[in-house]
């Protein structure tokens, strides 16, 4: 018992863990739509990535419950046929019991009879023992001498035979008497062991049906909890995930948009200032810590939209999203970039970008198109 009661504890515990975390899960959905106003694509992008990696944990989850769920199956046909097979020799053991109830009846009735027999010799051996010893014991020479003639003769002592064989059989008869009714109080006692072997057979039997039944109807409940829990959670991910994949997909366009904006009215200062040589190429990258941006605008509006932004949940923040390892790796002061001016921002930023060759330290480089 102590055994079921653990296997129901853990499995309950695993379905009550699952559906927290689908309430996580729902939580974290509504706070992240919620909480950030204008997240930058790379937090976005980290955001799916982080959906992606909790929808294959879940599926694998789910792989294990259903694997689990096929294995108890197994279990619960196992089971029925041993029911089946147990209730089989649980009617077996039901006829047997009537007829072992029957021959109880039987021999208590015989035990009845043979007593009551028993009974009726002992009291006739009793009387011949008293008419014996009451009267006196006949003998042969008074028989012979008392006898009126030789067939008077004849006739008492075949009479004093019959009298003899007669005692003797009355002897022989409550022996055969006692010896019957020993017997089939023995036999008695042995069909009532048999009946209660057989009734206790039963019960455990039956004892132990319920047991297992109770057993596999605990799993599959818990089971089928955890599953469904689990199957909720899935979806929760799979519906963040469409509305983060929907969130790139405008921020892209508006960046698109504003990039197209920016490279026209580029093109127009610089069609205004040298009108007599056309504006080519992409806007400068490197304009030094007085002001503009030392790597590609692009990658700028990718990961803060030129915004001093606080850490994200990678850690990264500041006009460049630097993650405080790397803004200490190469020379940024205090613990996050965002704490600090532009300018210092910028000077750590050329180091980083270090002509290009830096560039993979922004994820926006290769969303666009930069490396």
Not at 2 to 26: I, K, N, P
Not at 174 to 193: F, I, N, V, W
Not at 222 to 243: F, K
Not at 328 to 354: C, M, N
Request: net charge positive.
């Amino acid at each position: 018992m102590s055994s079921s009661r653990r296997t129901r504890t853990v499995f309950l515990r695993l379905a009550a863990a699952t559906a927290t975390l689908v309430a996580v899960l729902a939580a974290t959905s509504a706070v992240s739509l919620s909480s950030a106003a204008s997240p930058s694509l790379g937090q976005l992008n980290s955001q799916l990535g982080q959906q992606q990696a909790r929808q294959q944990s879940l599926a694998t989850s789910l792989g294990n419950l259903n694997e689990l769920i096929s294995s108890l199956d197994g279990q619960i046909a196992l089971v029925q046929s041993r029911e089946s097979a147990v209730r089989t020799e649980l009617a077996n053991d039901r006829l047997a019991l009537a007829r072992v109830q029957a021959s109880l009846a039987r021999e208590r009735k015989l035990l009845a009879l043979l007593r009551a027999r028993l009974a009726r010799a002992r009291a006739a051996l009793s009387r011949q023992l008293v008419s014996g010893y009451e009267a006196d014991k006949p003998d042969l020479v008074s028989v012979v001498l008392e006898a009126s003639g030789f067939a008077d003769l004849l006739d008492q002592i075949d009479f004093l035979r019959q009298a003899e064989q007669q005692q003797q059989s009355t002897i022989v008869a409550t022996r055969t008497a006692k010896a019957r009714a020993d017997s089939a109080a023995r036999q008695l006692a042995t069909l009532e062991a048999s009946d209660r072997q057989i009734t206790t057979a039963a019960y455990l039997q039956a004892r132990a049906l319920a047991g297992m039944n109770a057993l596999l109807q605990s799993k599959q409940a818990a089971l089928q909890q955890a599953q469904a829990a689990q199957q909720a959670a899935l979806q929760a991910s799979r519906a963040r995930a469409d509305q983060l994949h929907s969130a790139i997909s405008r921020l892209e366009a508006e960046q698109a948009a504003q990039r197209a904006a920016a490279a026209a009215a580029a093109a127009q200062r610089s069609a205004a200032a040298t009108p007599s040589v056309p504006s080519t190429g992409p806007p400068p990258t490197a304009l030094g810590p007085s002001g503009g941006w030392v790597i590609p605008y692009a990658i700028v509006l990718c990961e803060s939209g030129g915004q001093n932004l606080p850490p994200n949940s990678a850690g990264a923040s500041g006009y460049y999203q630097i993650i405080p390892s790397t803004w200490s790796e190469f020379g940024g002061t205090g613990p996050a970039a965002y704490l600090t001016s532009k300018a210092e921002q910028d000077a750590v930023a050329s180091r980083i970008w270090d002509g290009g060759r830096g560039a993979s330290a922004w994820v926006c480089a290769g969303i666009v198109g930069i490396h």
